[in-house]
């Protein structure tokens, strides 16, 4: 059956990114005035480097936060050890080393399409 309607974990991701761009757009303007009121309002002292260095920590801090909160939403069906994205790289990269056999069903060598003979070279005038 199609779904009608995003899941939840797609839309706190979404609501996640959007939070994210906000604060960002949010600490770029700030940051901007910041500069800004240096510059034109107090002449004397330069100060507004230090507080452009503090917001970024907090939009770091941030941007670890929604990330850690946005990979949670995606470990998949029962989660835990069984369920999540390790295990799932995992049996991937298990798959690639060759240390599982074929599955039962899939179609003898015989059976599958023939591969194309290999391209031989033009000659050279």
């Known amino acids: ?11 706190v991701r979404d609501r996640h990114r959007n939070l994210l761009a906000v604060h960002f757009f949010g600490m770029l303007s700030g940051v901007a005035l910041v500069f800004l009121a240096n510059r034109f309002i107090v ?13 970024a920590g907090l939009f770091a801090a941030h941007f670890v936060w929604f ?9 998949g069906k029962g989660g835990g050890a069984k369920g999540g ?3 799932r790289l995992a049996v ?10 074929p599955a039962p069903d899939a179609a003898p060598p015989a059976a599958r399409a023939p591969e194309a003979p290999p391209s031989t070279p033009l000659p050279h005038p």
Do not use: K
């Not at 309607?5 to 797609?10: I, L």
């Not at 990330?67 to 470990?75: D, E, K, N, Q």
């Open 1 to 11: 059956m199609p779904r009608t309607h995003p899941s939840r974990a797609f839309l």
């Open 67 to 75: 990330s850690r909160a946005t990979l949670a939403t995606m470990g």
């Open 43 to 55: 002449h004397g002292a330069i100060w507004a480097h230090w507080v452009a260095l503090a917001w």
């Open 85 to 87: 994205a390790r295990h």
């Open 92 to 101: 991937f990269l298990e798959d690639e080393e060759g240390g599982e056999e």
